[in-house]
């Protein structure tokens, strides 16, 4: 049998079998290590479904990934057979091949939007975001409603229980779903630990080197010197260019390139005035640059270059193009350069093995470690690939670094959220019996139901167990169980007679008082006499005893496992709360939707506080400055350390009677609001100049232009949500106002 091909290309089985399923006309879920090639499988059905005159939705999790995939399409169908939706961005939407972040998907579908219609297949990237802690019900929500007869095609990096979650997709949507996993790679990988002292090495050798320093140390003194990333990139430069530092720290990413720039060049003359034309292609002429891009471009002249989501739109092409042309050789980066783009390298590494969640430091997980260092190895250029992770020997025994295994990912769970947008849109759309089945669907009632039919099959094994053991007495494992009473009441009068022995000064002490607080912990135990067994009996406990308190224990764990599990019908009881939440402030009349219901349905951000803000008269005592500065206060989430220039620019008083409002019926987490970041946008919807607003904050560029886009984005849904003309005239001109130069959207 010949091997297959697709465009000239051999396929690897794994390929196969998924292009085999879709030609079958089934919904496919793909789960590969990164860099094995799964985009081949999207391309493969997006152009068969193109060739047969059927349209295409393909969606992403971050908008980088979504506008790269538009750029590598409009390449390969054309401008006119691909368009894009990403909330900021709206381009060719009716498109045969429509790209778009899942957020405008799950809208699209959570209102039966009739542009579904004629869509023939789904492809969701990075399918696993459905584990994500803020973003995950989307992809959940989408997976539940997308229409029945639209085939399903799910990319993801290795999953844990990827047959868990295919069942879960098989059950709601009553089809056969075809599950194609790959372990291996293509390019090997290699996994180190570094410090300056050891060099490359694996974990026990890393644990070796450490416990024999410490045992020949000298004095007290902290043996271990530290370990820069500078270290590193000497001990791998020779061999293992180009390569990814993956740094939890923005500032951090451009600190340490700018490090590296001083020592070292990695391009000749001839690269150097690529690097240069690049610039002025997209920058124009360097007496209109900005200080970041020039700093940038001398980075980039050396082949170093840093990149995070607090770049400049046009800085972060600027690096991307030039990291594919492979004129970046050391990139420092955050985590959300490892999300579905591909650029792979020939290392990864890591500055450290901790990240900042938000809320404190923790360990990377396994799946995040394997998702990074994936981008290691460039199919048809490496033999291997490489990760290395930075360790600090002076904090081994606090904070030992993590021993990642791939057999140990995490697992897939539910992150389902009920918004009050989505108690809004299923009620205009669903019966109160469909809406029950609605939420019977979701992941997390689907893993509820099994994780509790197998703990309470287990606890029904272990009594059966217990009940073959009758013939053990109740005391088993207590202190009145002479086999346990007596060998402890014989270390109690050792004890004793310890603390007798030390005299009343000694007695006094730390170590000495701790012994007295022990002794009475223990006579509180033995006070009870224990039960008089005879000496066959007690033979015959000792012998069984432990299997006993074995199994015990075990049904403990289990009956805390099953009492742990939520309350099954716990959506259906939020929804309900939420329902009256809403009757409250007058968005339903029972079961029907109020024209500020039907307005909130269609604000996907803060739907609470915009719509009480379109039905007060506040946007009537502002300009139209003023406006665009109030609206980006309500869907600002401050970084930690973001600091503003004080100013006020409108009277927050009667916004914040609103929240007040809104959270006396719904909770103080129900509203989000931050008038600090209204200063900014009032200046740039003023007139103001990037560099003379930069001057009142101390966010970086990117995130100002990002405070900009989604602005204008929320304003976008209001414009889609309200039926008066003359609101929809003003927040187009407000739109208009902020759409412009830097915070303009760039070519695509």
């Not at 092409?317 to 985590?335: A, D, G, N, Q, S």
């Not at 450290?352 to 048809?380: I, T, V």
């Not at 409250?584 to 079961?591: A, E, F, I, T």
């Not at 008038?675 to 900014?680: F, N, S, T």
Request: net charge neutral; with cysteine; charged share 25%.
């Amino acid at each position: 049998m010949s091997k297959r091909t697709y465009h000239e290309m051999d396929l690897d089985p794994f390929q196969e079998e998924a292009l085999d399923a879709i030609d079958a006309g089934k919904s496919v879920i793909v789960a590969a290590p990164t860099g094995t090639g799964k985009t081949l499988v999207a391309d493969y059905l997006i152009e068969k479904a193109m060739k047969d005159h059927l349209r295409v939705i393909y969606t992403a999790p971050i908008k980088a990934l979504s506008n790269q995939k538009f750029r590598d399409f409009k390449k390969q169908f054309g401008e006119d057979a691909v368009g894009i939706m990403t909330g900021d961005v709206v381009l060719n939407p009716t498109a045969p091949l429509l790209i778009m972040t899942t957020e405008v998907f799950r809208n699209q579908v959570i209102t039966e939007d009739p542009n579904l219609e004629f869509v023939s297949h789904i492809v969701f990237d990075e399918i696993h975001w459905l584990n994500d802690e803020e973003r995950g019900t989307v992809w959940e929500e989408s997976i539940i409603l997308a229409p029945p007869k639209m085939k399903i095609l799910g990319l993801s990096a290795t999953i844990a229980n990827a047959r868990h979650l295919v069942d879960w997709i098989e059950s709601i949507r009553h089809e056969e779903v075809a599950l194609i996993e790959e372990h291996n790679r293509v390019v090997p990988l290699e996994y180190y630990y570094y410090t300056k002292d050891t060099g490359l090495v694996d974990y026990d050798q890393l644990w070796r080197y450490y416990r024999r320093k410490l045992k020949d140390r000298i004095n007290d003194d902290n043996p271990f010197g530290p370990t820069t990333h500078l270290d590193l990139i000497r001990t791998i430069q020779r061999n293992h260019l180009p390569a990814l530092f993956f740094v939890f720290s923005r500032k951090q990413c451009a600190l340490k390139a700018m490090e590296l720039a001083n020592i070292a060049n990695y391009l000749r003359p001839h690269e150097r005035k690529v690097v240069e034309e690049k610039f002025i292609h997209i920058f124009g002429q360097e007496i209109d640059w900005s200080s970041s891009t020039r700093q940038l471009r001398r980075l980039c002249s050396k082949g170093i270059a840093f990149h995070h989501a607090g770049l400049l739109p046009s800085q972060k092409v600027v690096v991307e193009e030039l990291f594919l042309e492979r004129l970046i050789k050391v990139l420092y980066c955050t985590e959300t350069f490892s999300v579905g783009i591909n650029y792979p390298v020939k290392a990864v590494c890591f500055d450290s093995l901790n990240k900042y969640d938000g809320r404190n430091f923790r360990p990377l997980a396994n799946h995040e470690f394997f998702q990074m260092s994936g981008r290691a190895g460039r199919r048809g250029l490496d033999e291997k690939g490489f990760s290395f992770a930075i360790v600090d020997l002076a904090y081994m025994e606090k904070s030992p670094p993590p021993k990642f295994q791939l057999n140990r990912l995490e697992p897939l769970t539910s992150q389902f959220r009920l918004t009050y947008n989505t108690v809004l849109n299923l009620t205009a759309t669903l019966t109160q019996a469909q809406i029950e089945i609605y939420f019977q669907k979701s992941f997390s009632a689907y893993s509820y139901r099994l994780s509790s039919e197998r703990l309470h099959s287990e606890l029904a094994q272990i009594q059966q167990k217990l009940e073959e053991t009758q013939h053990l007495c109740d005391e088993v494992g207590s202190f009145t169980c002479p086999i346990k009473h007596h060998p402890k009441r014989k270390e109690l009068e050792r004890l004793k007679k310890a603390y007798h022995s030390l005299g009343p000064r000694k007695q006094s002490r730390v170590y000495g008082r701790e012994m007295a607080r022990k002794i009475r912990a223990w006579e509180k135990l033995l006070s009870q006499t224990p039960k008089s067994c005879d000496f066959q009996r007690q033979e015959n406990c000792h012998v069984q005893s432990k299997s006993y308190l074995k199994l015990k224990l075990q049904q403990q764990e289990l009956q805390n496992a099953v009492a742990a599990l939520p309350e099954e019908h716990a959506f259906l009881q939020e929804f309900e709360y939420k329902k009256n939440h809403l009757r409250q402030l007058g968005y339903l009349r029972g079961d029907e939707l109020l024209p500020r219901g039907t307005c909130a349905s269609r604000i996907y951000v803060q739907e609470l506080l915009v719509t009480e803000l379109i039905y007060s008269d506040v946007f009537q005592q502002l300009d139209d400055d003023q406006l665009n500065a109030l609206i980006s206060s309500i869907d600002f989430e401050a970084r930690k350390n973001d600091m503003f220039h004080r100013t006020t620019v409108f009277d927050s008083t009667p916004v914040k009677e609103i929240v007040e409002y809104i959270q006396s019926i719904c909770g103080q987490d129900s509203v989000r609001y931050d008038p600090r970041v209204a200063g900014i946008t009032h200046a740039w919807s003023q007139g103001s100049t990037f560099v003379e607003v930069q001057a009142l904050c101390n966010l970086d560029e990117g995130d100002i232009i990002s405070v900009f886009r989604r602005t204008i984005d929320l304003m976008r849904q209001m414009r889609e949500a309200v039926s008066d003309s003359a609101l929809r005239n003003r927040l187009k001109a407000c739109m208009d106002k902020l759409d412009r130069d830097e915070a303009a959207i760039m070519e695509l």
